[in-house]
């Protein structure tokens, strides 16, 4: 459960617009107070480890040094939480549809353009396909199995 506040909080905080920042899950207060489970912890900023400079730290895998205090959602904000996007959602989704609709064009062109001729031309019989000679359209009619059939 904690996971998922730290998360939802964090898409709030960096990547709404100004105009959804001011809504909130209905278990939290409206003015921001200090969790009472951290105690005298030290109340941190909200800063990825992504977005830090890769060298100068004591450990450079995960950019912190001994001692530094870890934020209260590490999972979130550490080397290994979820990605910082560079792109914003807007263009990504441009992009997106730029690509999957060049796929489906090609396709497209593929299908129509591509088709290959048929290799011959189709038989044509005289008198109406022959329907005389083979003894009318009810006498061509495919026969009913039956059981006894099969044996």
């Known amino acids: 459960m904690r996971l998922t506040k730290c998360a939802l909080s964090a898409a709030v905080r960096q990547r709404a617009p100004k ?23 030290p109340d941190l900023p909200w800063q990825s480890s992504q977005t830090l400079p890769p060298r100068g730290w004591w450990d450079q895998q995960m950019r912190r040094n001994f001692g530094d205090p870890v934020p209260e959602c590490e999972e979130v904000l550490s080397m290994w939480g979820p990605d910082i996007s560079v792109v914003p959602p807007r ?39 022959l329907v005389k000679e083979l003894g009318g359209l009810e006498e061509n009619k495919a026969r009913e199995e039956t059981e006894d059939d099969e044996e």
Not at 28 to 41: F, H, I, N, R, V
């Open 91 to 129: 263009t990504a989704l441009f992009q997106f549809t730029l690509a999957a609709s060049a796929f489906v064009g090609f396709a497209f062109l593929c299908n129509s353009v591509l088709v290959p001729e048929r290799p011959t031309v189709p038989r044509e019989y005289p008198f109406s396909g």
């Open 19 to 41: 105009s959804l920042r001011w809504c909130r899950a209905a278990s939290t207060s409206a003015t921001q107070e200090k969790d009472p489970q951290l105690g005298d912890y």
